[in-house]
């Protein structure tokens, strides 16, 4: 479970969304929303990113506290229009029962709020230490679970009309042969994103690079480290 989720209550769902739309309002234009989620859920791509960026930073010990104790604040590591710096901040539950924390505004580091509160400012979150984590190796080996990519996502193929399962897989071949030929002479192919293995509690650094089925009707990402 998110770390978030066993250390602060984040209100119903119309007042977390609403906490929600207040960061989104104030940072600059994103895309917060996945297309089936647009009306369900407006934010959730927003929603993913900050309770991600939250555990980050609980892990990093980079949560900051008012002197008095009442208020903890997170660094959103989104900026307004005017580049300021967006905070999340959570009051302290006083009750026995409940989660220790509750999500209660949030604000900008000029803000009188935040400077009549807290004496420093909340740094960001960190996921990489060397910056050759962050870029592809050609001597790396590129593994890929084929019968995952056919069996998990058939109903792709078949929808643009590949129904053989041999044949796909012989054109997914060829399409990773294609893809480590453009690897080796283009390693900004390679995107670098944070792994969080919540089963293991692995950590780490993955590179994601797209694998493009010939024609262009289903394209798909293998994961490379």
């Not at 960190?126 to 058939?154: A, G, M, S, T």
Request: one cysteine or more; a positive charge; aromatic letters at 16%.
């Amino acid at each position: 479970m998110s770390i978030i989720k066993t250390k602060v209550f984040l209100g119903n769902r119309d007042h977390y969304t609403e906490l929600l739309k207040s960061i989104a309002d104030m940072a600059q234009p994103e895309k917060w929303s996945y297309g089936r989620y647009k009306h369900s859920e407006p934010y959730k791509i927003l929603q993913n990113y900050f309770e991600h960026t939250f555990d980050r930073l609980y892990e990093e010990n980079k949560l900051i506290y008012s002197t008095d104790g009442v208020y903890m604040c997170m660094n959103t590591g989104l900026l307004t229009s005017y580049n300021q710096e967006i905070y999340a901040i959570f009051i302290k539950n006083n009750r026995s029962k409940g989660l220790p924390w509750f999500f209660q505004r949030v604000c900008k580091d000029t803000d009188s709020f935040f400077q009549n509160n807290f004496t420093q400012k909340p740094l960001l979150a960190d996921y990489f230490y060397d910056v050759k984590e962050l870029i592809y190796d050609k001597n790396l080996e590129i593994i890929y679970n084929v019968n995952h990519i056919v069996d998990d996502n058939y109903e792709r193929f078949a929808n643009v009309g590949y129904v053989d399962k041999q044949l796909i897989i012989a054109l997914l071949s060829y399409s990773k042969d294609v893809l480590i030929a453009k690897l080796t002479r283009n390693f900004k192919l390679a995107l670098p994103f944070y792994y969080h293995n919540t089963n293991t509690n692995e950590r780490k650094i993955q590179l994601l690079v797209p694998l493009y089925f010939p024609g262009g009707a289903c394209a798909f990402s293998i994961r490379i480290g």
